[in-house]
């Protein structure tokens, strides 16, 4: 009995009738991803409320040789979570809550389907943070952003979400429910040699594996003191090498650097269009710097900026209107960028790459889409760079291979900020060289055997958790 409607029977026995879902309408809004540009076609959608039920609910789409993919906030931008083949989406919507909150350890359990925004106003009532955050909040989940090992601004100083996590509960590829895997520090594993097991290996994996190797039903997470007093500065540049120089300096000589972004000219110039306005500061590029810490970090970080060479001018900002001020040459660029359309990759590579990367980029552009233009922009240390091309045909398949191969060969990976998904599958190829991370790949042969679980999607990623460039 594999048909739509004993499927969804059997599905309706474990979850309720009302919670699985059917037909174009109702499944549309689990159907494509965040850009809109990747559509699919969900067989149905299943909305388990307990980690029991979602392991009964994978039990029975296995037992029936039926492929799923995982869904959170359906926010990710690489077609991750869209069931391009048909699959049957299990969305963690109603596995969501906060269990416990334990702000001397600092550190809180929540339900996989819990959004980001319900996390951090928990725990800013304990003046508490989760230390990875990011525009879209409202929406995505604590399982989405363990999945994707997600980066945020923050992630310079504390590590993307692999380095948040403390332990997760996991139904594996085939429904079995593992509880309470650990994740001990890497410096206690060095140390002692402890938490060496499957489990710990196992656990590590998950961050980064994009729902191919297992489906977080909750985790444990630490979280880090909500630091009052910011200092931030834009500072003006007039070459991208002379940014990394600055930012590979500051992040030794600022004990308090909290985020460093970049952001090149041609992007400056498209937010203030937008903005009707001018560029605050003249140069090739702006880098935004942030400290934060208990009392004011702006004496630390004047100094850090009066001694540095590379600054053509500078900005500097304390109170929250100003600083949103100037964060908002690099928070309204996206919003810029989707005005004058082309296409997006986001990438990473060590940060001294950055440059022989950028220069790359403009000489693939040049010889296989003349006319088209590199803006470039991202998170500076921590491998996330977004590199949009405007002007050549969306997809360009010749130019994104160049792009891959480039940042596989200068030590970085397409992987980027955003995970690989669907979206970047046969970029992996085409980069020629990034073969399946050993032992996710490995891993995956033996716990989904009929790639029954976010089929698509490589399983490669795992274990990216503290990567920090
Ligand atoms: C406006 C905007 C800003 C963004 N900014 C950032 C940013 O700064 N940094 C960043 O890293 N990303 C950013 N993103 C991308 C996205 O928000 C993140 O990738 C986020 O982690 C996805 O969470 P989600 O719950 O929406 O996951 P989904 O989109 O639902 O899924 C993403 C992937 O995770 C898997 N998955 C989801 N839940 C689980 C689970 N419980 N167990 C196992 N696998 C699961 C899915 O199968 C899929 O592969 C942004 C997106 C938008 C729209």
Redo the contacts with the bound molecule.
């Keep these: 009995m594999t048909g739509p409607r004993a499927l969804g029977t059997a599905l309706g026995s474990i979850v309720g009738a009302g919670n699985v879902l059917s037909g174009l309408q109702a499944t549309a809004a689990f159907s494509s991803?965040?850009t809109g540009t990747w559509r699919g076609s969900a067989r149905c959608v299943v909305l388990p409320a307990t980690a029991d039920e979602l392991a009964a609910v994978i039990t029975e789409l296995v037992s029936r040789d039926v492929a799923y993919?995982?869904?959170?906030?359906?926010?990710?931008?690489?077609a991750?979570?869209t069931p391009l083949g048909g699959e049957v989406v299990v969305s963690?919507r109603r596995?969501s809550g906060v269990d416990s909150l334990d702000a001397p350890r600092r550190e809180m359990r929540v339900r996989?389907?819990t959004s980001l925004a319900q996390v951090q106003r928990v725990a800013a009532a304990a003046g508490l943070e989760l230390a990875?955050d990011?525009?879209?909040r409202d929406?995505?989940?604590?399982?989405?952003?363990?999945?994707?090992?997600?980066?945020?601004?923050r992630s310079l100083r504390h590590g993307?979400?692999g380095a948040q996590l403390l332990e997760v509960d996991?139904v594996l590829p085939e429904g079995v429910l593992v509880r309470g895997l650990e994740v001990p520090p890497r410096a206690a594993t060095r140390a002692t040699g402890a938490g060496r097991g499957r489990h710990e290996h196992l656990a590590r994996l998950?961050a980064g594996?994009?729902?191919?190797l297992?489906?977080?039903?909750s985790a444990r997470v630490r979280l880090v003191p909500r630091l009052g007093a910011r200092a931030t500065a834009l500072v003006a540049v007039a070459r991208v090498a002379d940014a990394v120089e600055l930012a590979a300096r500051a992040r030794r000589a600022l004990p308090s650097l909290d985020a460093m972004e970049l952001v090149e000219s041609d992007a400056v110039e498209l937010v203030a269009e937008a903005a009707a306005s001018h560029p605050p500061l003249a140069g090739t590029a702006l880098v935004l710097l942030e400290c934060a810490a208990a009392v004011s970090p702006r004496r630390e970080l004047a100094s850090f900026l009066e001694g540095a060479d590379e600054v053509r001018g500078v900005l500097v900002a304390t109170d929250a209107t100003a600083r949103a001020q100037l964060w908002s040459w690099r928070r309204d660029v996206?919003a810029a960028l989707a005005s004058v359309g082309g296409h997006a990759l986001d990438v990473g590579v060590p940060l001294a790459r950055v440059p022989e990367l950028l220069a790359r980029v403009r000489a693939a552009l040049a010889a296989l889409a003349p006319g088209s233009r590199l803006v470039a922009f991202g998170r500076l240390g921590v491998g996330?760079l977004h590199l949009h091309v405007v002007g050549a045909a969306a997809g360009h398949t010749a130019v994104d291979a160049a792009i891959a191969r480039a940042v596989v060969e200068l030590g970085g990976d397409v992987a980027g900020?955003?995970?690989v998904?669907r979206a970047k599958a046969a970029l992996l190829e085409r980069g020629g060289g990034e073969a399946p991370r050993e032992p996710a790949g490995e891993l995956k042969a033996v716990l989904d055997p009929r790639n029954l679980a976010?089929p698509g999607?490589p399983a490669m990623r795992g274990g990216a958790g503290q990567r920090r460039w």
């Design positions: 991803d965040a993919v995982v869904q959170g906030g359906n926010t990710g931008l690489v991750g979570a963690t596995l996989a389907g990875v990011l525009a879209a929406a995505a989940t604590i399982g989405g952003l363990v999945a994707t090992d997600a980066a945020g601004s993307r979400m996991v998950v594996s994009e729902g191919t297992g489906t977080v039903t996206p996330a900020e955003h995970g998904g976010n999607v």
